[in-house]
């Protein structure tokens, strides 16, 4: 069956980097853009960022642009998420997400990202 699995999430300290892994079985990863999101406890899911089937477009919200970086590996079916700067606000559930946005989304179980001193 469809399944992602994540995994790279830890305890840094601020100013430190962490690179999240998303490995994809059961489809054909190559035909489909991929999304980080993440959720913040008690809060709702929050779109981090996005990259197209060929990885030419990698859309990102504010809050990281600048220091996250989408990249994605085809003959692995792996997505990364490559975070620097990190800030306590960072701090959250990381989902890798395929078919963002449509009726039908496949998420992974997550890997906790937590940024304290």
């Known amino acids: 069956q469809e399944q992602l699995v994540e995994s790279g999430g830890g305890l840094v300290q601020p100013g430190g980097s962490l690179r999240l892994s998303c490995v994809a079985s059961g489809f054909t990863f190559s035909n489909y853009d991929m999304t980080w999101v993440r959720q913040a406890p008690g809060k709702g899911l929050e779109w981090v960022s996005s990259?197209?089937?060929?990885?030419?477009?990698?859309p990102y919200d504010d809050s990281v642009k600048g220091r996250f970086t989408i990249s994605r590996d085809n003959a692995k079916k792996t997505v990364y998420l490559q975070m620097d700067s990190l800030k306590p606000e960072d701090t959250a559930m990381y989902y890798c997400?395929?078919?963002w946005g449509t009726g039908s989304p496949l998420r992974g179980q997550g890997t906790q990202v937590t940024v304290s001193s």
């Open positions: 997400v395929k078919a």
């Open positions: 990259i197209s089937t060929d990885g030419r477009s990698t």
